[in-house]
């Protein structure tokens, strides 16, 4: 599997975009589904997508006139990225350094724990 690369808040409010799209889409089209008081101009939009096309992230389909932007990468499979670099950045690698914070700050429900227990006996 190839290596994901970081993207950046801007570059994921776009991806989301893409993925929510489930199908290729123009730039015209994530402009018109930024969300409201967004007002990034076509040029920032198209500088946006050349960079997550070098980190590999999309690739682009000319059709006519117009690019077609599709995901590389599952949102999931980018997520996983995310987390195991989070873990990794913040826990020094240590899941169990993070699973230890949760518990410690009160964030993990009784119904939390249950349902982590079950799936750590699967």
């Known amino acids: 599997m190839k290596k994901i690369q970081q993207i950046s808040d801007a570059e994921k409010?776009?991806?989301?975009?893409?993925?929510?799209a489930s199908r290729p889409v123009t730039t015209s089209e994530i402009i018109q589904r930024l969300p409201e008081g967004n007002t990034w101009?076509?040029?920032?939009v198209i500088t946006f997508l050349a960079r997550l096309m070098e980190k590999g992230i999309i690739k682009a389909i000319r059709v006519g006139k117009a690019n077609h932007y599709e995901p590389c990468i599952t949102e999931q499979e980018y997520r996983n990225f995310e987390t195991r670099q989070f873990?990794?950045?913040?826990?020094?690698?240590?899941?169990?350094?993070?699973?230890?914070t949760l518990c410690d700050s009160g964030d993990l429900t009784r119904e939390d724990i249950e349902k982590l227990m079950k799936r750590l006996e699967e």
């Open 87 to 100: 873990i990794k950045d913040v826990h020094k690698g240590s899941v169990l350094g993070l699973i230890s």
């Open 41 to 44: 101009k076509q040029n920032t």
């Open 13 to 20: 409010q776009i991806m989301e975009i893409i993925w929510e």
